[in-house]
């Protein structure tokens, strides 16, 4: 009997954090990639033996040489809305399945429920995917357990305080690996079609806990210093966008008092646990840790 040959699955945001973990999975159980990037030299950051198509999601176009053939697509979004309607148009001619990077956006809990720019793209794009008729399943996970690296490792390195606001808003911090291999499962098993997961991870923990847990892990004493939103919206004035800021904000607030929302469905989807916010910090302890401690 002829092999039936594997048709790829394309991988946007291939070079970012939970799709590159994606290609990795998908590499390791045989299924053929495509990894999207639109700078030819993040070619360098994605292992030697994928295919990588260079596509910009900017320019429609641009992604119809990566498109041909391929079996489904893992979508991930972070450029303005203006050629979504476009690219989903393009996805629909050339594939049958769509798995999408959202966010928790229909999730009554105050934490999700705030103004938020990203959200509102996410539900664009979803009612673009679902128009399209193409089989979806939607990946909606929390705060990223890596958000810690990004915002408090600099700080942590440098003289062991964090400055920061709403220290006792909890949140449950996902693990992008998990988000990942639900997504990996999801492209290559029909049965994860119509699917629509929002994936946190195990515990609820302040920001404070986070940071403490971070100070156990690395084994020092992190100082955590609390900022009013004012104080935080001048710390990251000229460095982050001001909606980036002003939904964090409101988000942290809004859930002040409450436990984070947190679901089971990493351990329904994988039959295995999601990673503990300590786990994902013990991963990379390093980049918390000064290379160049003083003598
Ligand atoms: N951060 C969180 O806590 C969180 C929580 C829930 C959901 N999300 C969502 O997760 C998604 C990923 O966000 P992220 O911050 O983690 O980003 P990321 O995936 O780490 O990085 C962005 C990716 O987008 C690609 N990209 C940028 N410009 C592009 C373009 N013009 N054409 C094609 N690809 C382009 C980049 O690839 P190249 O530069 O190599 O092309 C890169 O792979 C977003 O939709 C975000 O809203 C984030």
């Given amino acids: 009997m002829p092999r039936t040959e594997v048709p790829p699955v394309l991988v946007t945001g ?8 994606v290609v990795d999975l998908l590499m390791d159980a045989g299924v053929p990639v495509r990894a999207v990037t639109h700078r030819s030299e993040a070619a360098a950051t994605l292992p030697a033996d994928v295919e990588v198509v260079t596509g910009d999601l900017t320019v429609p176009e641009s992604l119809d040489a990566g498109l041909r053939g391929a079996g489904a697509v893992f979508l991930v979004w972070t450029v303005p809305p203006a050629t979504a309607p476009a690219v989903v148009e393009r996805l629909a001619v050339s594939t049958r399945r769509v798995v999408f990077l959202s966010s928790p956006h229909r999730t009554p809990h105050p934490f999700f429920r705030q103004p938020n720019p990203m959200a509102v793209l996410h539900a664009d794009i979803e009612r673009l995917i679902a128009a399209a008729g193409l089989e979806t399943t939607v990946i909606r996970p929390g705060m990223f357990a890596s958000n810690a690296m990004f915002w408090w490792a600099t700080a942590i390195r440098a003289d062991g305080v964090v400055r920061w606001p709403y220290g006792a808003a909890e949140t449950a911090p996902v693990d992008e690996r998990d988000v990942a291999a639900v997504a990996a499962l999801a492209l290559c098993q029909d049965e994860h079609a119509g699917g629509d997961y ?16 971070i100070g156990d892990v690395v084994g020092r004493r992190i100082a955590f210093e609390e900022l009013s939103p004012d104080e935080f919206r001048r710390e990251t004035e000229g460095s982050w966008p001001r909606p980036v800021v002003d939904m964090l904000l409101a988000a942290w607030g809004a859930t002040m008092g409450r436990p984070a929302f947190v679901t089971s469905t990493v351990l329904d989807v994988l039959g295995s646990a999601p990673r503990s916010f300590r786990q994902f910090v013990a991963d990379h302890a390093t980049v918390f840790i000064d290379p160049t401690p003083s003598r």
Avoid at 198 to 213: C, Y
């Fill in 14 to 21: 291939a070079t970012g954090r939970v799709g590159r973990v």
């Fill in 198 to 213: 929002v994936l946190t991870g195990p515990e609820s923990l302040s920001q404070a806990e986070q940071v403490s847990i």
